[in-house]
């Protein structure tokens, strides 16, 4: 595809539900990245991959978040009996190597009621 | 960890006016990129720099990333309605792809 997709766009779920995000990075990508966006506030870090290997989880904010890339490619992130503080934007980002510039997707918004 | 602070947190402008966002590490980075998030939208790159007190123009949009590559800076010349947005750095070390991104300055525009 031409950019970075995502899906779903948008999510509301009940509390207590898993819930799990894709994130379609541009092909040939090796870099691919998570951030969590709350409202008005800038991206935080969650997790990167290289590959298939995950590098860096250091962000994850809690063993409810857990995400994997297993053939190098697509990746999902999964968030397990979600709570309300779980709500905000999800961003994909992936890059053709490390320290090179990262395309963003749209993103998936997560609502917690 | 890693923590990139910027300043100001917003900024309002006249149209015309000129705008200036400014980005600082504690610790020294290989590389700073700057993005730009519009209202409802996600982070589009904007530039990279990598090299010390190195500097970038694009169109109206200046970039320069400080001598001890710990500081960087995004001016903006007679800004423009479009340029409304939040603008952010994002950084990294030396040795690892994790990506920082500061706390942005959101620039809104008076017409």
């Known amino acids: 595809g031409a950019g970075v997709s995502q899906s779903p766009r948008y999510k509301v779920a009940k509390r207590g539900q898993d819930v799990a995000l894709r994130c379609d990075p541009i092909?040939?990508?090796?870099?691919l990245f998570w951030y969590q966006q709350a409202l008005g506030q800038g991206p935080e870090f969650l997790t990167y991959f290289q590959n298939e290997a995950q590098l860096d989880k250091s962000g994850l904010p809690s063993d409810r978040f857990f995400a994997e890339r297993p053939e190098g490619s697509v990746s999902t992130l999964k968030i397990q009996r979600t709570q309300q503080e779980d709500s905000a934007v999800y961003l994909c980002?992936?890059?053709?190597?490390?320290?090179?510039?990262?395309?963003f997707g749209q993103g998936t918004r997560l609502t917690v009621v | 960890g890693q923590q990139v602070m910027q300043i100001p947190q917003y900024q309002h402008v006249q149209e015309g006016e000129d705008f200036t966002t400014y980005c600082n590490s504690s610790?020294?980075?290989?590389?700073i990129q700057w993005y730009k998030q519009r209202p409802g939208g996600h982070p589009v790159f904007l530039i990279q720099?990598?090299?010390?007190?190195e500097v970038k123009k694009q169109k109206r949009l200046t970039f320069q990333f400080g001598e001890a590559k710990k500081n960087s800076s995004l001016h903006i010349t007679a800004t423009q309605t479009t340029d409304v947005g939040t603008y952010f750095c994002?950084?990294?070390?030396?040795?690892?792809?994790?990506?920082?991104f500061g706390t942005g300055t959101r620039l809104t525009i008076i017409p």
């Open positions: 980002a992936s890059s053709y190597t490390g320290f090179a510039e990262a395309f």
């Open positions: 092909s040939g990508h090796v870099s």
């Open positions: 610790t020294t980075l290989s590389n």
């Open positions: 994002a950084a990294t070390n030396f040795g690892n792809e994790k990506l920082t």
């Open positions: 720099l990598v090299k010390s007190g």
